[in-house]
């Protein structure tokens, strides 16, 4: 069995917010761990009203330092301090956030009961951490500031388990099986010696999610999206306005699908929607006729990222 | 006739937000304007899920430099920026908020179209700003940080014009009346002068909304308070937590009825609620048996703040 992962978007709008649409802010939960992906203005109170609690959050990564991208974080810094957490906290981000959390905490005079570690995204393209099962990378995209896309990519998972292969080689249904599912070699009373190799599958590729917010559309996000269970998009704008898409460095719901679909992605979340649209469907359509597995990301919308079955 | 006042209330918790309850923030509207209390986290969110406007916001008063009742400046700062406002904006703050705002929007490489002046509140209790029928006083408050209490004072408003007695001076219907509910001499055909005190009652007082948060009770906020239409006071705590209020530099629902009572206030609105508490009904009930005419504010709820009539 594979951990559960699910997406929690946060605030699903970009630059401005609408009533609806708070600004960029993304959850990935894989088993008691959680990442947040940007930490725009509102991203606490979003967490207040989702199933998320600090207890979990392992690091943030801050895409870039626009300020929707990253005016929550000084206020979740506070909060989370105040609930007396006590855990280190890694922040991802480009070089600058340290000297906006130190002024912050300087003039609001709070000390918070946890370290926090900013580390500063580069150029390359990275892999930037890594945790049991899985690692997250960095990659630069092309936006009008330095600003990173990040990959979740679990690791490869062991190939499926055939019993009937099992009991053919005379392995006893029981803690042999879990041995061999394992990746060990069993050795069975008569002497017959079984490998996992005779038993299970090859080995499944581990899911990827992948997160590409803000950025015109780019090889770079198709080439470190390739196979994405999930792809998150920068959708700033629908047709008609691939112009001030272009200018500003950000991407139409058209083309977020075109990445989709050159990536071989299996879904498309579409994300920091323009406050100037108040309607989903026009946008939503322009990407699905491109790609049709697109959905349209909304604040506290919950997506799982199933595993892709052999 | 006075112009409508309205109060609407944008952020009602206080330190942390809860689910329904964001951070202190509270607009005054009267007339074509609208001045902005405090700016915590999400007020940009909560001003669009309002009625309000950039184009009348004339000032900003931030009452102290505590990150719940600052942080969501800066970005409401860009996104009225975002929106091509050119009109300079006034923000009255405790000293440091300069620093902020500047680290911020060097970090964020934003430069706004628009001029901000940051005036700095001194210790003493002074009037900061004045507009055409009203002026604004400020006046520390006893809290933990420097705070200072703001409060709306309308001009004196002319006395109930009387027709009756000015039908018995011989005055006829029309532009006369004006010119004496104007506050001028009129001198009828036939020589007899009439004086606007002839025909009309005593100045009425204008109305006055005094915003009281951080704060322990104190008697400053009674004697700045005096009379007020509409009193908002810190209620960060309920029954019991009376000691936490004292070291926090808070005050209780009781307690701030007490102040309302003192102040001879004719309504109160309790904000800045812990997110401790899921129901209003205690802290209002408590309030009620001080000071009956007590009210509980909620994230965009909306007050009228009606003239009195003498």
Sequence with gaps: MSEPIEVVFLGTGGGVPSARRFLPAMALRRGGEWFLFDAGEGVQMRIRQSPLG????????????????????????????????????EVFAPRGLQRLIDTVLQVCRVQLPFPVTVRCLENESATI???????????????????????????????????????????????????????RVVELPDGVVVRPADVMGP?????????????????????????????????TFGEGLEDEARISGHSTAAQAAEIARAAGARRLALTHISAR??????????????????????????????????
């Design 54 to 89: 600090w207890a979990g959050l392992r690091a943030i990564f801050i895409s870039h330092l626009h300020g929707d991208h990253v005016l929550g974080l000084p206020g979740l810094l506070m909060s989370i301090g105040m609930a007396k957490m006590e855990a280190p906290l």
């Design 129 to 183: 951490l890594r945790g049991s099962g899985y690692r997250i990378d960095a990659a630069p995209l092309r936006h009008r500031a330095p600003c990173w896309g990040f990959f979740f990519r679990e690791d490869e998972r062991p190939g499926r388990f055939f019993p009937e292969k099992a009991q053919a080689l005379g392995v006893p249904a029981g803690p042999l099986y879990k041995e061999l599912q394992s990746g």
């Design 203 to 235: 080995d499944r590729p581990g899911r990827v999610v992948a997160y590409c917010t803000d950025t015109l559309p780019c090889r770079e996000t198709v080439q470190y999206s390739l196979g994405a269970d999930l792809l998150i998009h920068d959708t």
């Design 277 to 310: 649209y108040d309607a989903d469907a026009p946008l939503l359509e322009s990407a699905r006729q491109v790609f049709p597995n697109s959905v349209m990301a909304a604040d506290l919308l919950r997506l799982s990222v199933d595993a892709q079955e052999a």
